[in-house]
């Protein structure tokens, strides 16, 4: 019998698509995240990498640029065969390398899993912390204002604090209020 091969993280193709919409959508019927369509997939491959074991993909995240100073872990899912491998913390490595590339010195992630994310280096905030841009999937949630994932950050101590602008009002009069500095 061959061997295993070591899990290995890149960023996504379109030809990941099918199996990143398999997994996040196993995931996904038990009610621990959002459903995926192929379009939203699409739309946001550049924001996805995912883990490949011996030319299978396994699983997988996103990092999405939420202000200039904050990045949403996304979507990140691991077929359940491969639970307990180190796959999901390699995956947060990733999108935490991807934040420090992009100068972006806050991670969070609206999540479950809190003591994964705790491993993870991330800490609990109050949700009314984060801006108003967050919940823009909430739209898409079946559970809307019952809302009972648990909101994780994570700073990058090493990164310059910047000045994050503030948002000018749309032409709607809507302005995004921009994330508050936590105690980290
Ligand atoms: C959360 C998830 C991605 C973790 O993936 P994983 O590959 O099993 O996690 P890892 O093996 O990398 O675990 C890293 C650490 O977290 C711990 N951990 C993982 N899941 C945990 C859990 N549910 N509760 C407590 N600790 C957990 C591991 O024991 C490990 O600890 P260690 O570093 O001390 O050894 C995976 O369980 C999953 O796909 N869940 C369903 C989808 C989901 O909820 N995604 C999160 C959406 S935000």
Redesign the pocket.
Known sequence: MTATAAPMIRPATVHDVPSIALIINS?AELG??LFKSYAQLYEDLRDFAVCEVDQQVV?CTALSVIWADLAE??????E?A??????????VRWAIDEARRLQIRRLM?????Q???E??GFVVVPKESLPLKVWSDCVRCPKQDKCDEIAMVLTLHDLPIIEAPNATPTPRGVSIPVLEEIED
């Open positions: 995931h621990r995240m699983g872990v996304r979507s990140l899912a691991v359940k491969f639970h307990g491998r180190g796959i999901g913390k390699m995956l992630s609206l999540t479950y899993e003591a994964f994310f491993k993870c």
